[in-house]
C-alpha cells in the first residue's frame, strides 16, 4: 500500500496555496507537497500558522469522486493520520483528538488540519493541509499548544521522517474511508476522543453555543447537549472544553 509520492521544497509560500496553485492549473494529485519553511501558512478560519524549524507543514492533493459534503470528511481521515503519528512517536495514551481534527497531546495541541477544495475539468479536488509541532510549538496562541520534542526522551523526528509515518497512515485510513464508509472512520476517531462527555463551549461564526459534547453526528457534525435538554449540532467552529 503504496502512498503518493512526496515533494519536498526548502521554502514555499504554504503548501496549501502550491496545492491550489497546481489544481487550478489542471494538477490534481495526488502528491504530497511539504517545506521545510513557510512565509504564509494558514491554519483553519484563516488564522495564521507557524511551521517553525523542526516541524512538518504538508498537504495532500488528491482528486475525490466523492460529492463535496462527504469529501470533507477527509478531514477526520487526516486526524486519525496525525494520531497514528503521535502514537508511533509517543507511545499509547498521550494522544487524543478534539473535533473536529485537532491533535491534543495531554490536553495541549499540537498539529491541525486545513482541507481546502475546489473544481477543475477533471472534478473535484482535494487540498488536505497538515501541520505538526515535532520540535517546537507557538506560544502566542489562545489554546495551549505543545511539540512532539516535550514529551520525548530523544530528539522528534525529522519532519521527512515523521511525513512517511504520516503519509503511509493516510494511505491506510483513506483505503477504509473508501472501502467501509464514514462509519468506521467515526468510530475510530471517536475511540480516540477528547473530551466527549464534557462541558464545552462552541464559538461560531455569531454565537457561541454551551452544553455537552456527546459524540458525532453520521455527517461528522458535533452533537451538543444543551443546559435545557435540547440537542443541537456543530457543523463549524472552534469548541474549547472546560469553559462550559
Known amino acids: 500500500m503504496a502512498h503518493p509520492p512526496i515533494e519536498a521544497y526548502e521554502e514555499l509560500a504554504s503548501t496549501n496555496a ?27 478560519r484563516g488564522r495564521d ?20 459534503a462527504e469529501a470533507a470528511q477527509i478531514s477526520f481521515v487526516a486526524a486519525l493520520a496525525a494520531h497514528d503519528l503521535a502514537q508511533a512517536c509517543l507511545g499509547v495514551g498521550a ?12 490536553d495541549r495541541k499540537a498539529a491541525g488540519v486545513l482541507v481546502e477544495s475546489g473544481q477543475s475539468a477533471s472534478g ?8 505538526v509541532n515535532l520540535a517546537r510549538y507557538p506560544t502566542d496562541v489562545e489554546r495551549p499548544a505543545t511539540a512532539f520534542a516535550e514529551h520525548m526522551a530523544g530528539h522528534a523526528p525529522a519532519p521527512l521522517a515523521a511525513l512517511e509515518v504520516l503519509a503511509n497512515a493516510f494511505e491506510r485510513w483513506r483505503e477504509i474511508w473508501e472501502a467501509q464508509g464514514f462509519p468506521a472512520i467515526a468510530n475510530a476517531w471517536t475511540a480516540r476522543a477528547h473530551g466527549l462527555g464534557k462541558s464545552c463551549e462552541a464559538r461560531l461564526h455569531d454565537s457561541i453555543v454551551a ?9 461528522g457534525a458535533l452533537r451538543l447537549r444543551l443546559p435545557d435538554g435540547g440537542l443541537t449540532r456543530i457543523t463549524a467552529g472552534d469548541v474549547f472544553f472546560g469553559r462550559a
Open 18 to 44: 502550491e496545492a491550489r496553485r497546481r489544481a487550478e492549473t489542471g494538477d490534481s494529485g495526488p502528491v504530497w507537497i511539504t517545506a521545510a519553511r513557510q512565509t504564509a501558512g494558514r491554519g483553519r
Open 49 to 68: 500558522w507557524s511551521t517553525g524549524e523542526g516541524n512538518l507543514a504538508a498537504t495532500l492533493l488528491m482528486p475525490c469522486a466523492k460529492p463535496p
Open 95 to 106: 494522544a487524543s483528538l478534539k473535533w473536529p481534527n485537532d491533535l491534543m497531546i495531554h
Open 124 to 131: 473535484l479536488w482535494l487540498a488536505v493541509g497538515i501541520g
Open 211 to 219: 452544553g455537552i459534547a456527546e459524540g458525532l453526528d453520521d455527517d
